[in-house]
């Protein structure tokens, strides 16, 4: 039988139930996102740009880890709300089951993977000397520690989707203290380089990881389990993972592009652009996990109304999040157009060279970014209203639409071809995006207005 599923979703307007989910979510994600840019600040300050030419080489292959969290917090999260949606409290204990199981699996795949792979990605993307050496320790601190890293990008969601985002965001806080403080003591006192910082951030994610799973068995969780009540649905995995990959891919585009981008900087520039890349990646970094917290807040709510068959409140919940989303982004570009020399500041130790082409890239790097936080957004939506499909053609267009521009540019104008590259893609993808999301809401709404004519 089937147990209905009442929760605060069905009782309070739209863009009060938005902000119930996209505060408590922009918050965990600006604050997860400051404890990356102070470890930048951290790294900058007391190794230098050969430290963060090392950390940025090992990013692609930390952003494909922290994917596989996202591809099961966000596809399981996604079934959660919907089988709540539908009124179907088994079905939505066995999707949160399921995603906890899919989180060992992906952590132990990650382990065997990168025991034997890490040290030639890195070369491939042609780190040698400190930044090699440097990037090899950070990373090797990963892969014995991959299955929390994994947990503490799943757990928060899989809580957001169990209806108590205040909690989530709490726990995201908590961690992001714990890493703050511990990169403190390991880079800044105890000089342990980037394996201090990667140590640092593997506690915070155990602390998480303890704490999110111990939730799930008590009375404070709506969809608690037991040891009779958790097990694995084959078919349910089968779908989370569906839901979730576009999310993985977004990282996976993250980490292709990041990956292309070093290589590029090291033909074209010299370790100096890498380090250059870093900061820049830091700088967007805040902006990038707000649309990233307001497409993750989206998500709930909007699973909940395609499983109540609710297409005007689809509707209006997609408007209000790419308003924020555009909206901050532009204001965003305009605050790094008009600061950039006492951001980079920030992450620097004084270099000329280093901060001449930071605000370099800055400028031509980042003009068009809150397109990338709309694109990112659409993406979210179609995974929300189970289009796993398209979602999944988004995330994967995103990188491929880059590779021309990748190609082609830095033949013809060096390292700003370069810096060039994403943004130029961006606005092409954006043409394509955006008509594709108007007509699904249209067609949604028109469904609604169906529904209710004939109900009348």
């Known amino acids: 039988m089937q147990e209905s599923i009442n929760t605060p979703i069905d009782n309070q307007s739209i863009s009060k139930t938005f902000w119930r989910y996209a505060i408590p979510s922009v918050a965990a994600m600006l604050v997860n996102g400051l404890y990356q840019v102070i470890d930048g600040i951290f790294v900058g300050h007391f190794i230098g740009f050969e ?11 930390i952003g494909l880890i922290a994917g596989l969290g996202l591809l099961v917090g966000m596809g399981s999260g996604s079934l959660i709300s919907i089988y709540k949606g539908e009124g179907n409290q088994t079905k939505a204990q066995q999707a949160l089951s399921t995603g906890l199981i899919l989180i060992a699996i992906a952590g132990l795949l990650v382990m065997a993977l990168l025991t034997t792979l890490a040290p030639s990605l890195l070369i491939a993307q042609g780190a040698t000397g400190v930044p090699l050496e440097m990037g090899s320790a950070y990373i090797e601190v990963f892969t014995w520690g991959a299955v929390f890293t994994i947990a503490a990008g799943a757990l928060p969601m899989l809580i957001r989707n169990d209806d108590s985002p205040n909690f989530s965001t709490g726990l995201m806080m908590a961690g992001a203290i714990i890493n703050i403080i511990l990169d403190y003591l390991f880079i800044g006192h105890m000089d342990m380089g980037l394996k201090g910082a990667a140590i640092a951030t593997i506690i915070a994610q155990i602390s998480i990881t303890v704490v999110a799973v ?24 089968v779908n989370a993972v569906s839901l979730g990959t576009s999310s993985l891919f977004m990282y996976a585009y993250f980490s292709f592009i990041v990956a292309v981008h ?30 990233e917290g307001i497409a993750s807040g989206m ?49 620097s130790n004084g270099d000329p060279a280093l901060a001449a082409e930071t605000i370099n890239g800055v400028r031509l790097h980042l ?46 104008i060096g390292v700003d071809g370069v810096w060039l590259s994403v943004p130029l893609s961006n606005i092409l993808l954006a043409a394509i995006v955006v008509p594709l999301v108007w007509k699904d809401i249209q067609k949604k709404q028109r469904k609604d207005i169906k529904l209710e004519a004939v109900s009348a």
């Open 299 to 347: 998500q709930p709510p909007v699973s909940y109304y395609y499983g109540a068959g609710h297409g005007k409140k689809i509707r209006a919940t997609l408007i209000l999040a790419s308003k924020v989303v555009v909206l901050s982004g532009i204001a965003s570009v305009a605050f790094l157009n008009l600061f950039p020399n006492t951001l980079v500041s920030l992450f």
């Open 51 to 61: 430290g963060l030419a090392g950390i940025n080489m090992a990013w692609p292959i």
């Open 262 to 291: 070093n290589k590029l900087f090291m033909s074209y520039g010299s370790a100096i652009h890498v380090g250059a890349f870093a900061i820049v990646g830091y700088l967007m970094t805040m902006y990038y996990l707000l649309a």
């Open 214 to 237: 111990g939730y799930f068995f008590t009375s404070y969780s709506k969809l608690r389990l037991s040891l009779k009540t958790f097990r694995f649905n084959s078919r349910i995995a």
């Open 367 to 412: 003009f068009a970014m809150f397109l990338d936080g709309f694109i990112a957004l659409a993406s979210v939506y179609f995974m929300a209203v189970n289009q796993g499909g398209k979602a999944l053609g988004i995330s994967a267009g995103n990188m491929l639409v880059q590779l021309p521009f990748l190609y082609f540019l830095p033949q013809y």
